[in-house]
């Protein structure tokens, strides 16, 4: 505490002169802003298709591993050897295409994860600045009153925005 004042008191602020501290939980934020459930929507809308191609493989490799089961005694050894190479090299393909399918679902996911701290960053500030306050923290607070917590105003704020953009397109 004596360290934070006298980094106040360097930087030109009196004892007497009070400050303006808010405190936003960014983890809420991220969490209720409607921006992030638009994200987590459109992400889903994108990969689906991906995502039921892969369970369809996964389904022709159970059907083609239960015709070798179903048949194994009726088919002769060449057959059945042809079978199972198909089996691994369906199973291959199911395993490349959901090692590609995670790569770029974390990729996209991190992108828009990326843009929507962005965005709550550009909000918070231009809301601190609007409202002149003098620091506002984040992560690492022990504890902050319901007087400082500005976490509501913000997604406040982010909920008028998205409906600004919603009416825009």
Known sequence: MLIFFLAVSANG????????????????????????????????????????????????????????????????????????????VQRRQIQRQQEAFREDFNMRRNEALGDLQRRILRVVSEFAEEQSFDLVVSDGVVYASDQVNITDRIIQRLQRQYERDQGAE
Not at 20 to 34: F, H, L, Q, W
Not at 70 to 88: F, K, N, P, T
């Open 13 to 88: 602020v009196s004892a007497d002169e009070s400050l303006k501290i808010g405190y936003v939980n960014p983890g809420r934020v991220s969490d209720e802003a409607p921006q992030a459930d638009a994200a987590r929507e459109q992400l889903q809308e994108e990969f689906a298709p991906r995502d039921e191609e892969i369970l369809s493989m996964q389904d022709s490799l159970r059907a083609l591993e239960d015709r070798l089961a179903e048949q194994r005694l009726s088919l002769g050894q060449d057959e059945q050897e042809e079978m199972q190479q198909q089996i691994v």
